[in-house]
């Protein structure tokens, strides 16, 4: 069974690669396998209670997910402000001047930016198992989602999702492969963090003190996006989506996870 559901973006999706650092980074151009689960988590916990939120974990950890992008984007590049902590340990120096000039414990610095602009709107699918009892749950949680990646990232569901018995096909991308076999040349790689097998409710807790172990409890998925980039500058990428059959001589083993 397929649950779709299609959203339309109303303001810049902005998300950091995995390894990324806080001051760097150029974002992801689609939502990741663990920014769409924890979302869907998400509001679980605020719908219908923590303890709800803790029983639906595994179901929504292992869900089978398949995304169909807009049709192009535009990725904006930017410089911005922020204040970072200053550890006086590592720079006493610095930190005293800091603190003479009443800036500690924050100092202001830059960090880069990029924000994606999407032209059309983005599908989502999920394939489960017609004999789960949660798949009636899933379309209430689809209905509630209202951002993805970092907050603000917004987006508006266009219609009450929608079932179907047939298997994702035409643009839509698997997000949660653990192999590629088949791959366009023409396509963009990008490498999009999943649950893992062994992640449990107590790590994705943000309240928790259990710490999240890369590898093992979350994932990186290496996935071909149908994306081609047109044109490029200091200041903007702009990527097209394109409808090309992959060669089935082209087989590539990406990734063992």
């Avoid at 390894?19 to 760097?24: L, Y």
């Avoid at 605020?46 to 179901?59: D, K, M, V, Y």
């Avoid at 044109?231 to 989506?241: G, I, K, L, V």
Wanted: charged share 25%; aromatic share 10%; proline share 7%.
């Amino acid at each position: 069974m397929l649950i779709t559901a299609q959203y339309q973006p109303v303001s810049f999706f902005s998300l950091r690669p995995a390894n990324a650092t806080s001051s760097g980074g150029k974002t992801l151009l689609v939502p990741t396998p663990f920014a769409i689960k924890m979302a869907l988590l998400s509001t679980a916990i605020q719908s219908r209670g923590l303890a709800e939120g803790e029983r639906l974990f595994p179901f929504l950890r292992d869900l089978d997910l398949f995304l169909e992008p807009p049709q192009e984007l535009i990725i904006l590049k930017s410089f911005s402000k922020i204040r970072r902590e200053l550890k006086d340990k590592n720079n006493p120096e610095k930190a005293q001047r800091a603190r003479d000039e009443k800036e500690f414990p924050l100092q202001p610095t830059i960090a880069y930016r990029e924000y994606v602009n999407y032209r059309g709107s983005l599908q989502l699918a999920c394939q489960l198992d017609e004999s789960n009892p949660l798949v009636e749950i899933l379309p209430d949680l689809l209905l509630q989602i209202n951002y993805l990646g970092k907050r603000g990232g917004f987006l508006q569901i266009l219609e009450s999702p929608q079932y179907s018995d047939k298997s994702p096909a035409g643009d839509f991308v698997h997000l949660t492969a653990p192999i590629m076999h088949t791959y366009s040349t023409h396509g963009t790689l990008q490498m999009l963090d999943d649950c893992g097998a062994q992640l449990t409710f107590d790590k994705a807790n943000i309240y928790s003190t259990a710490k999240i172990v890369l590898h093992k409890d979350r994932i990186l998925r290496h996935i071909v996006l149908p994306y081609e980039q047109i044109r490029s500058s200091r200041s903007y990428s702009w990527y097209q989506r394109f409808s090309e059959t992959p060669d089935p001589g082209h087989e590539i083993v990406l990734s063992k996870l």
